[in-house]
């Protein structure tokens, strides 16, 4: 037992700490926002997990793996959002505004809700959620009549480990943000978060299943 779940600790921290969608997402919502909106996104992200984790312990997850064209839809909704994402970040850089008016004006579209929303939906519409919760976390699932209860349980510590390694991913860009704020750093780093969502996006609708 304590085997099956020191692998399924080690397959957990690859899956959560390889840079991702979800990640791209909760430094750039730290960014407009500071801490606050990045946790709130981290909080969505598992909340999104936790959604996926009970869809995986009654069999939906498995219907919707089996469906292609459900699956098609999931994952190009997926990239059509996150590419939406990316191109905001890509117009706040490239917008003629000063930089501290343009960081006040995004701190107030971002509003917590907002950032909340953005972190399920992100993780809701990843087609890779769907990858982990068929094929990845059955296997540690014990057999028989407690199938239910461990998919639920290891799902939930799946759905907290993500959300630590986000919020930490959080703090830290939040902590750094002060010395972000410059203005030509500023666009730079919007440039960039914003062309790693619209690239994570294109690769989402392009890839083969």
Do not use: H
């Amino acid at each position: 037992m304590l085997t099956q779940l020191a692998a399924f600790a080690a397959v957990s921290a690859i899956v959560i700490c390889t840079p991702g969608q979800d990640t791209a997402l909760t430094i750039r919502n730290t960014l407009l926002g500071g801490r606050r909106s990045g946790v709130l996104t981290a909080v969505g992200v598992a909340a999104g997990q936790a959604i996926w984790t009970l869809a995986a312990s009654v069999g939906l997850v498995a219907i919707l793996s089996a469906s292609q064209p459900l699956f098609l839809a999931l994952r190009l909704a997926g990239a059509a959002y996150l590419v939406l994402l990316g191109l905001q970040a890509v117009r706040a850089a490239l917008s003629r505004r000063p930089a501290v008016e343009s960081l006040r004006v995004a701190e107030g579209t971002l509003a917590p809700a907002r950032a909340f929303r953005q972190g399920l939906i992100s993780n809701l519409a990843n087609p890779k959620m769907v990858v982990f919760f068929t094929s990845l976390l059955p296997q540690f699932a014990a057999p028989g009549s407690r199938v239910f209860a461990t998919l639920l349980l290891l799902g939930l510590a799946f759905c907290v480990l993500t959300l630590v390694w986000l919020s930490i991913y959080a703090v830290t860009v939040a902590r750094a943000r002060q010395l972000l704020e410059a203005p030509r750093v500023r666009r730079t780093i919007d440039a960039l978060s914003g062309a790693v969502l619209v690239a994570l996006g294109l690769r989402l609708a392009t890839q083969a299943r």
